[in-house]
C-alpha cells in the first residue's frame, strides 16, 4: 500500500507483474493443495506435517513461521507507524504499539471470524482510499486524465517490461521468477494463509475465493501503480511543494499530509491502517 505507490513514483511500473504467480500458482493451490487441506481435521498446517514426517518436521514449520512472521510483522507494523508519525504529532513508538496492540486485541477477542470480518472491512477502506487518492490528483491536475497519461507516458512511467540480463535489477525474468518462489511459500505453507482455507464451507468455496483472491491481486498493483504515478505527474507540476520530502519511499504520507484535505487525508490514513492491520 506505500512501498507500490513509491516504486511506481521513483521508478516506472516493472513490479507489476510481482503479483502475476499468484494467477500461476492458483491452479496448483486449487486442484493439488486444496484437497489435501480439505480433508484436514485440523486447522494446523502443521499438523499435517507431523502426519506425514514425524514431529520433527512440524516443530521446524512451526517454529520457521513463527521466527519469519516476526519480521515480516516488524516490518507491516513500521510501515504505517511512519505514515502515522508523520501525518500527526505522535510519537513513533507509540504509533507501533497502537497499531500492534489494536491488531491484537480484536484477533484474540473475535478470533478467525472477527479477523475475516475485520479483513473484509479493512479491505473496503483500503480499495476506497486508494481510488479517492487517484480521483484527487487527477481533479487537481489542469487537464485531468489526459495529462495523467502524457505526462507519465513522456517519462516512461508505465514502462512494465525490462529486458535486461542483469539479475541485480527489476528484469521480468528476476520479478517473475522471484515473486514466484516468494508467493509460493505462503499460500502452500503458511499458516495464516492455510487456515483461511479451512474456514470455507467447501472445497467450491475455497477454489472460489483463491480465484477470487487472485484476480484481486492483480487489481490491486494496478491501482496502487497508478497512485504512485498520479502522485509523479502532480509534483511535475508542482515541484516547489516536495521540499520537506525525507526520501522518496515516504511520498504517499507526505502527499496526504501535505496536500489533502483533512477528512480525506483521514481515510488514507484509515486505509493504510486497514492494510497494516490485515496483514
Given at each position: 500500500?506505500?512501498?507500490?505507490?513509491?516504486?511506481?513514483?521513483?521508478?516506472n511500473w516493472v513490479i507489476f507483474f510481482v503479483n502475476l504467480p499468484i494467477l500461476l500458482l492458483a491452479p496448483l493451490v486449487i486442484f493439488v493443495l486444496l484437497p489435501v487441506f480439505n480433508r484436514l481435521t485440523s486447522a494446523s498446517a502443521y499438523e499435517?506435517?507431523?502426519?506425514?514426517?514425524?514431529?520433527?518436521?512440524r516443530l521446524y514449520g512451526a517454529t520457521a513461521f513463527v521466527l519469519f512472521q516476526v519480521g515480516r510483522m516488524a516490518l507491516v507494523i513500521y510501515m504505517p507507524a511512519l505514515a502515522l508519525a508523520a501525518v500527526t504529532d505522535f510519537n513513533l513508538i507509540a504509533c507501533i504499539f497502537l497499531i500492534g496492540a489494536l491488531s491484537a486485541i480484536y484477533s484474540a477477542l473475535g478470533g478467525i471470524?472477527?479477523?475475516i470480518w475485520t479483513d473484509f472491512a479493512q479491505t473496503v477502506f483500503l480499495l476506497g482510499a486508494a481510488f479517492m487518492s487517484l480521483f484527487l490528483v487527477l481533479y487537481r491536475?489542469?487537464?485531468?486524465?489526459?495529462t495523467f497519461v502524457s505526462v507519465a507516458s513522456a517519462n516512461d512511467k508505465f514502462r512494465m517490461i525490462n529486458w535486461s540480463g542483469d539479475h541485480t535489477t527489476n528484469a521480468l525474468w528476476v520479478v517473475l521468477i522471484g515473486s514466484m518462489f516468494t508467493q509460493l511459500i505462503p499460500y502452500i505453507s503458511d499458516q495464516s494463509i492455510i487456515q483461511r482455507y479451512q474456514t470455507t464451507t467447501d472445497l467450491p468455496a475455497a477454489r472460489r475465493a483463491m480465484w477470487i483472491?487472485?484476480?484481486l491481486?492483480?487489481?490491486?498493483t494496478l491501482v496502487f501503480l497508478s497512485v504512485g504515478t498520479a502522485i509523479f505527474v502532480y509534483y511535475q507540476f508542482n515541484?516547489?511543494?516536495l521540499a520537506g520530502l525525507p526520501r522518496n519511499d515516504a511520498i504517499l504520507p507526505f502527499f496526504i499530509a501535505?496536500?489533502?484535505?483533512?477528512?480525506?487525508?483521514?481515510?488514507?490514513?484509515?486505509g493504510i491502517f486497514a492494510a497494516a492491520q490485515s496483514a
Open positions: 500500500y506505500m512501498s507500490i505507490p513509491a516504486k511506481a513514483y521513483s521508478e499435517y506435517l507431523e502426519t506425514r514426517f514425524g514431529l520433527a518436521a471470524e472477527g479477523v491536475l489542469d487537464g485531468g486524465f489526459e483472491n487472485a484476480f491481486n492483480t487489481g490491486n515541484a516547489e511543494r501535505r496536500e489533502m484535505p483533512p477528512g480525506v487525508a483521514g481515510i488514507v490514513i484509515a
